[in-house]
Antibody, heavy 127, light 111 residues
């Protein structure tokens, strides 16, 4: 079964850090671009970041550039999101998602959709 | 990058049809055939139900269909069933940032 399972969320004070993980199973992980998408309370989803199949190319939304870092370990079928200098506006449920196309080289999640999602992990930034 | 505009809610009775709109600009929805729709039951993983405006992934019932006119895309659900009650989100590729944007979401209520 194709599956994504996130972990690592929690309550953190402003300025703090968290590292999210997403373990993939049931598909050839390194063939797919993987993304993090967050869903703040009361708002629509926001795509955060993506990484290509090799881990060599990364993409970020402007609001997280410089304080979030996306990486992957293909030997462990795991995607990561290192979040530093967290702010209240980073509070959200964070989902990992797979590009529906297995090109592996370019982020096409907004072209062809993201077809596999995890159930999410909740990040709350509050003092 | 502004979110795409969706109505907060939509409703219909079992067996009826309902349409949800998703309005953007000529830089996103209107400029490309790259609109996707997601179904999300809270607490569960979101599900891709349409891509490239009207393409259904394997396993998605043909009760779900999509269209686009100008800067507005639409999701239509026919033969409403109780399990269709969920949040629906659109997304579109955007030429402004070469990435994309999501809509604010629509809660579909099956009466």
């Amino acid at each position: 079964e194709v599956q994504l399972l996130e972990s690592g969320g929690g309550l953190v004070q402003p300025g703090g850090s968290l590292r999210l993980s997403c373990v993939a199973s049931g598909f050839t992980f390194n063939k797919y671009v993987m993304s993090w998408v967050r869903h703040p309370p009361g708002k629509g989803p926001e795509w955060v970041s993506a990484v290509d199949g090799s881990g060599g190319n990364t993409y970020y939304t402007d609001s997280v550039k410089g304080h979030f870092t996306i990486t992957r370990d293909n030997s462990k079928n795991t995607l990561y999101l290192q979040m530093n200098s967290l702010r209240a506006e980073d509070t959200a449920i964070y989902y990992c998602a797979r590009d529906s196309h297995d090109s592996g080289n370019y982020f096409t999640g907004f072209h062809y959709g993201m077809d596999v999602w995890g159930q999410g992990t909740t990040v709350t930034v509050s003092s | 990058q502004s979110a795409l505009t969706q109505p907060p809610s939509a409703s219909g009775s079992p067996g009826q049809s309902v349409t949800i709109s998703c309005t953007g600009t000529s830089s996103d929805v209107g400029g490309y055939k790259y609109v996707s729709w997601y179904q999300h039951h809270p607490g569960r993983a979101p599900k891709l139900i349409l891509s490239e405006v009207n393409k259904r992934p394997s396993g998605v019932p043909d009760r779900f269909s999509g269209s686009k006119s100008g800067n507005t895309a639409s999701l239509s659900v026919s033969g409403l069933q109780a399990e269709d009650e969920a949040d629906y989100y659109c997304s579109s590729y955007s030429g402004t940032n070469n990435l994309g944007v999501f809509g604010g979401g629509t809660r579909l209520i099956v009466l």
